[in-house]
């Protein structure tokens, strides 16, 4: 790489200048600071389109010459930054100007239906407040925390809501108590695991086995850091919704937006503009909607296993091999298909072997030869299971409604430890209020009442590269026990189904193993490394002396 910056740049007044809002101003990488975003990206934008270096363009045409101070550096190009947005929008439409500026936003108390209309978009990053680690036992202001759709204000249904979902918040927190009681009776304390390490994986254990008796109108917290492009596209999604809980929240999230990257977001309360393409994604769901009534009403649905193998490439394997060899070799594409449909399945092997190499862990990728073949799956998995799948960006992922049409699971420690009855009860009650509403006409915010271990429908389309990320990593140990068994029949469909061996052996860090304490090893794990970190922050601090130095 080239590393002479240029030599005399800048003077000392300019270098003072510019100063902070560079990491360095004599060399040929560096970042930006203490700059808004909407500056940033305005100023990439010129960048395209100017033969000055980004610092002298910078001083030139985006520092303001107010003195420069806090404020200063808050505002500073501002001005200039919005008018040139609005010229490249309106002028140029040149739409990819929107991502060269993000924002980090988080989005609390929403329920577990907005969630999955926030985790839509694939160029966006989530982290999402877990069931797993947090229970849901808190009353804020006496209230359980779960969402009430404005849509039942005013309804005779309300009341009835509040009942049902009440009783199954009172219900999965009277058992968190009992659950690690079986739990404990079942795996005693290891003499070599620390207090902290058993506790943690025991509430971990008792917490994924009730989390099927929440409603998917539990709230929830979310960060999301995304571009101004994404946002765009992610709130006229939601503007389009039938939900006012989903509409509510893209306006909040409007709102706070505009404070950071208000340039990025002109678009979209423009009704020529915004309102025009949310009001297509309203008016295409809804002519679906009732053509799909129309075509297929009184079909019921066959009987399908948990995972179904819908689609893939019989070819896909040779398609890959083929791929891994192009970079290598200076052959056409199709004339290397030719050469490895030809050739033995041994030779197919040993080019797959040295493509992926010697992974030492699961992060250890191999390269875009995998992405040749894809498979679509098919998923009746309980909803607690397709939230963690869904949160996947990287393939091509659409869900159906929740319902109680599909059943529910039971994982075998509720029978175990004799909530059985009131597991049935909870999932019994939130099904008959599902079908009130839908016959009171509130469909809409029917699923809001159904519990998460019913099952709800969805397909997953990824390619074998994607396929090695999800599986691998869901199905790690400390995995939840549904989502790892979702996976791992994805990895043996891939292997028996398609035929596909090679690739399947390629995902070496899938694991197959069955777990009774899924979260242990990895509370092992990070009990080792805090300790360890422990150790050496002691070995640093400055020893006593053994003595008195004489007076």
């Known amino acids: 790489m080239h590393t002479d910056a240029p030599q005399g740049e800048f003077t000392p007044d300019e270098a003072r200048a510019i100063a902070p809002y560079f990491t ?82 988080a989005c609390e108390g929403a329920s577990n239906v907005l969630t999955k209309v926030l985790e839509w978009g694939r160029l966006m990053a989530y982290l999402e407040q877990s069931t797993r680690y947090v229970p849901y036992t808190d009353r804020p202001s006496g209230r359980w925390k779960y969402f009430v759709p404005p849509e039942l204000d005013g309804t005779a249904l309300r009341p009835r809501y509040l009942e049902t979902l009440d009783a199954a918040f009172e219900t999965y927190a009277w058992w968190i108590e009992p659950m690690q009681a079986h739990f404990r009776r079942r795996h005693p304390k290891s003499p070599t695991d620390a207090d902290g390490v058993y506790k943690a994986a025991i509430r971990a254990k008792a917490l994924d086995t009730l989390r099927g008796l929440l409603p ?57 503009r915004g309102g025009r393409w949310s009001e297509y994604l309203a008016s295409t769901r809804r002519q679906i909607g009732e053509v799909a009534a129309a075509l297929l009403a009184n079909v019921e649905p066959e009987a399908r296993p948990e995972v179904t193998l819908s689609e893939f490439d019989p070819e896909g394997e040779t398609k890959v091999v083929a791929s891994a060899l192009y970079s290598s070799s200076d052959l056409p594409d199709n004339q290397l298909l030719a050469i490895v449909r030809r050739m033995t399945t041994d030779d197919r092997v040993r080019v797959l072997r040295a493509y992926v190499g010697d992974r030492g862990n699961r992060r250890h990728k191999p390269g875009r030869a995998f992405e040749r073949t894809r498979y679509r799956f098919d998923v009746l998995g309980d909803y607690g299971a397709f939230r963690d799948l ?162």
Request: glycine letters at 6%.
């Open 24 to 105: 360095n101003l004599d060399r040929p990488v560096f970042a930006l600071v203490n700059l808004p975003e909407t500056v940033k990206g305005a100023l990439f934008a010129r960048y395209s389109r100017s033969a000055k270096s980004l610092r002298r363009l910078f001083l030139d045409e985006f520092l303001d010459k107010a003195p420069i101070g806090d404020q200063a550096v808050e505002q500073v190009g501002v001005d200039r930054a919005q008018k040139l947005y609005s010229r490249v929008f309106s002028e140029y439409g040149d739409d990819s100007v929107a991502q060269l500026g993000g924002a980090h936003i």
């Open 216 to 272: 998917s109108a539990t709230r929830s917290n979310v960060g999301i850091y995304g571009t101004g492009q994404a946002y765009e596209a992610l709130l006229l999604r939601m503007r389009a919704s039938p939900l006012a809980e989903v509409r509510a929240c893209a306006g909040a999230m409007l709102e706070e937006l505009r404070k950071v990257i208000p340039a990025f977001l002109t678009r979209v309360d423009q009704a020529d």
């Open 390 to 551: 869904q949160r996947h960006r990287l393939l091509t992922l659409e869900w159906q409604a929740l319902t109680p049409r599909h059943g529910y699971v039971e994982p075998e420690a509720i029978a175990d430890a004799g909530a059985a009855d009131d597991w049935q009860r909870v999932m019994d009650a939130g099904a008959v209020l599902h079908d009130a509403l839908c016959a009171a006409g509130l469909g809409t915010v029917a699923p809001y009442s159904v519990a998460m271990a019913y099952r709800v429908r969805f397909y997953m389309d990824m390619s074998a590269r994607e396929a090695m990320h999800v599986l691998e990593l869901r199905t790690a140990p400390q995995g939840h026990p549904s989502y790892r068994r979702v996976c791992q029949a994805m990895h043996r469909l891939i292997a028996e189904q398609a035929g596909h061996r090679a690739i399947a052996a390629a995902m070496s860090f899938v694991d197959h193993s069955e777990v009774e304490l899924e979260r242990l090893k990895a509370e092992r794990a990070t009990e080792a490394r805090r300790k360890s970190m422990i150790g050496e922050l002691t070995a640093r601090l400055p020893r006593k002396p053994t003595s008195r130095h004489p007076r």
